[in-house]
């Protein structure tokens, strides 16, 4: 995700960065930095690994920088570990260039291979080292100053990019682009402002420009011009902000759980195109060859909480599509029994911070058999990032709210990638399935958008059920893996009681439990499993629940049976939960929020469970 800002004005510069960054902290940590240039275009480029701190000691506070005009960064990896070397700022080998990015450009080895060409060498494992270079390239090609130099780098890339530039042969000014990142610049009283957030400068100015994709910002002290990306001046209104400055830390949302519920279209687009290129899947940086997944025997997944879920989700995927047996595994108890794995065994384990205590434990079990291992984790660095075999990044940024959602979302995705690649390399599927199974993957986050646009239903019913006791889900299938998270999400941040129940089961206990007006909520996408789950909603109802139905556009007979019914767009029914998921995290949040509870941070939990 990352942070950038950046000043020109009169006063000091470096002071208003750290500011700018503190505020901005929520989208990334792991590393900052920042650039400062003087009246004469001398920079110095500061940058600390670790919180903000490091680099707010390393500076004093920023008074050791001097200079009127610099950008700054905080990180969150996703190209490169996080270190002092690649941090941001990135610069060029003559420091004629300098910027900060948010984003991915993913083009980005293909642009270093070009500008090897050239001579160039580059010191960090980042992307943004790449378009740093190729903008100073084009700037000493055609010496046609800054716009045109990153408006052609623009046209080079793939990806998104939130870039602020300074030349040293143009002091006092920042260069701006951006495309499909957040960016947002302000001008007030002969200084100039640039942030990925309002609240990084709304401290300065209410009035704020939002630039557009594929446009570019000249910043000075004296204000603000915008080009498109031929160059050309365009015309641009401000917008006044009436947010307050804790509204505006969360975009405008109410709490970072609805604002990460919102970020899921474009954490899960994120990650497909880490991984999809041009109509393939490439899992060469996760670094699993078409021969290991030819020769894995089993699969066993291995995970906590929600990570878990992801892992029951995928079992039925990979074992539908590629046909390899597959073991889920709690992690805590995976770690104390006796795991009779073999040598061509694959072990997944999934994690969103990647330090979890008993998923990091179990890993280290299985590494000492000598058993291959393959993590999916968020947080880039992490424990069990570095001591997998393999790490297969999902790109959801910075989670900040206890309950995971688009983290979770991001691990569905690398699960189904996984086994769609599986399924073609062991010639379990034909090209043409291939195709339109990553034709059907790449639609879903315009799919996921849509659901997110059509809430107040949710909200509504949600609403009217914030007093229940106990609150059950049925499913089969992948519609009981769905249950376990939609019943986890709603326990841990609205406490109302609920269970996940493999529809099928109900009668062999938990069916006693059903009272008049008990709400029962029952998933059903897969075609199928329909009419058998339908039989179980009716035999609660009979016993006086009270029945929610959550299915796909084209099930309307769910409406014979359901009180209440739910639609989310058709997909291939493998992919289905990624779709169902969110009209039941947004129960859970709006049930919580009715309750006047703080889905944030739900009693007794953490984020990041590193003890056991
Ligand atoms: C629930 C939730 C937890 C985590 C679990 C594992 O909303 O977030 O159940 O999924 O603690 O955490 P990670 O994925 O970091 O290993």
Redesign the pocket.
């Known amino acids: 995700m990352c942070g950038i800002v950046g000043f020109t004005g009169k006063r000091q510069a470096a002071p208003i960065l750290l500011d700018g960054l503190a505020k901005l902290e929520y989208r990334g940590y792991d590393s900052a930095g920042m650039a400062v240039s003087d009246e004469n275009g001398k920079t110095e480029v500061v940058k600390a690994k670790g919180r903000l701190r490091a680099l707010e000691e390393k500076t004093d506070n920023g008074l050791a920088v001097k200079g009127c005009c610099g950008i700054g960064h905080t990180r969150w990896a996703t190209h490169g570990e996080p270190s002092e070397e690649n941090a941001h700022p990135h610069v060029s080998d003559d420091m004629s260039v300098v910027a900060v990015h948010n984003g991915i450009i993913e083009n980005y080895q293909e642009i270093k291979e070009k500008l090897r060409k050239k001579n160039y060498s580059f010191y960090s494992q980042t992307d943004t080292e790449a378009i740093v270079k190729l903008i100073d390239y084009y700037y000493k090609k055609y010496n046609a100053g800054p716009v045109d130099a990153i408006a052609k780098a623009m046209v080079r890339v793939r990806g998104s990019y939130a870039l602020a530039v300074m030349f040293k042969d143009y002091p006092g000014e920042i260069y701006a682009a951006r495309k499909d990142s957040p960016m947002i610049i302000g001008t007030e009283n002969g200084e100039s402002y640039l942030a990925s957030d309002v609240p990084a400068i709304l401290k300065h100015t209410r009035n704020v420009y939002y630039i557009g994709n594929l446009e570019m910002a000249r910043l000075s002290p004296e204000g603000v011009e915008f080009y498109n990306i031929d160059g050309d001046i365009i015309e641009k209104k401000y917008v006044e902000i009436i947010w307050d400055a804790e509204a505006a830390e969360k975009g405008g949302f109410a709490h970072f759980m609805l604002k990460e519920i919102h970020e899921q279209p474009k954490a899960v687009a994120d990650t497909l195109a880490s991984a999809v290129k041009d109509g393939r899947i490439d899992l060469s940086s996760v670094g699993l060859t078409d021969e290991d997944m030819k020769g894995i025997g089993q699969i066993i997944i291995v995970?906590?909480?929600?990570?878990?879920h992801v892992g029951m989700a995928a079992q039925y995927v990979i074992e539908d599509l590629a046909h390899i047996p597959v073991r889920v595994e709690l992690a805590s108890e995976f770690r104390y029994r006796t795991n009779l794995l073999k040598d061509n065994d694959l072990v997944v384990f999934?994690?969103?911070?990647?330090?979890?205590a008993d998923?990091l434990a179990a890993l280290r079990a299985v590494k000492e058999q000598g058993i291959n291992t393959l993590a999916i984790v968020n947080v880039v660095g992490s424990s069990i990032a570095r001591e997998a075999d393999n790490v297969f990044y999902t790109l959801a940024g910075p989670e900040i709210a206890?309950?995971?959602t688009k983290?979770?979302s991001t691990q569905l995705i690398v699960s189904y990638l996984l086994a769609v690649q599986l399924a073609m390399v062991r010639g379990e599927i034909d090209e043409e399935r291939y195709s339109s199974l990553i034709a059907e993957l790449m639609s879903l986050p315009e799919k996921m958008q849509k659901l997110l646009e059509n809430k107040e239903r949710i909200q509504w019913f949600a609403a009217k059920f914030a007093n229940a006791k106990d609150i059950f889900f049925i499913g089969r299938g992948i519609d009981y893996a769905i249950c376990l998270e939609g019943s986890?999400?709603l326990k841990?941040i609205s406490y109302i009681h609920s269970e996940a129940y493999a529809a099928g089961e109900l009668k062999h206990g938990t069916i006693s439990l059903i009272e008049e007006g008990t709400l029962v909520v029952g998933v059903l996408t897969q075609k199928e499993l329909f009419e058998k789950t339908i039989s179980n909603m009716v035999e609660v109802k009979s016993r006086g629940a009270y029945l929610m139905g959550l299915t796909t556009y084209g099930h309307y007979s769910l409406e014979d049976t359901a009180d209440f019914t739910v639609y989310v767009p058709q997909t291939d029914e493998h992919f289905a939960p990624s779709l169902a998921v969110i009209p039941l995290q947004l129960m859970s949040y709006y049930v919580s929020v009715a309750k006047g509870l703080d889905p944030d941070k739900p009693r007794n939990l953490a984020?990041?469970?590193t003890v056991e």
Do not use: D, F, N, P
Request: with cysteine; charged share 15%.
């Open positions: 995970a906590c909480g929600s990570s878990y999934i994690s969103q911070s990647g330090e979890t998923t206890v309950a995971t983290a979770y986890l999400k841990e984020k990041s469970v």
